[in-house]
């Protein structure tokens, strides 16, 4: 028998989403969904989490903060400032799991960069990780802040996509067509 939530799009898209970015952590699509099915009870069980970004009761995206959250604790995603010193930015970017297996800071002049403000920053990091087949994207939470993930640029667009179907943007950093 069907599961009730089976011909829900967004449903599908956020479970979509959760495997693309977290393919070895069924825990993140578990959470996404869980916020998805049963808000209050997201709410109530990450209460603490929540607090954090003041938040307290259900809204329309809670599920893509979910996904954001979930990702950070899985180490999956980092999420930067609006004014972020650029060698935390390297920092926090070389720690993320789902890194590229080549060093894109081999490429990349940090000296010369480390005096751009963090959305132009990013933007020269998302540029250097495409040189290598990798993508950094910025999951949009309406803040002014930046939560990325890493992923390979082969899959940017099904991602694009996956969180258009779910009503949630993306930004790609360092193409010319989408700036954070």
Known sequence: MP???????????????????????????EEVLRAHDSPHDYVGAFADRLDDRGIDEPFDGLAWIAL?????????????????DPQEIRAQLR?????????PWALFEADAAATLPTDEFLDACGRHYREIGAALAVLDID???YPVVGLRAARADELTALAGRAGFLVHHLGTDSRRP
């Open 3 to 29: 599961h009730p939530h089976d011909a829900d799009p967004v449903r599908a898209s956020l479970a979509g989403i959760a495997a693309l970015l977290a393919p070895a952590h069924p825990g993140v699509a």
């Open 68 to 84: 954001v959250d979930a990702l950070a604790a899985h180490g999956l995603l980092a999420e930067f400032d609006w004014k972020e």
């Open 95 to 103: 720690k993320l799991e789902s890194r590229p297996s080549v060093d």
């Open 143 to 145: 803040s002014d802040c």
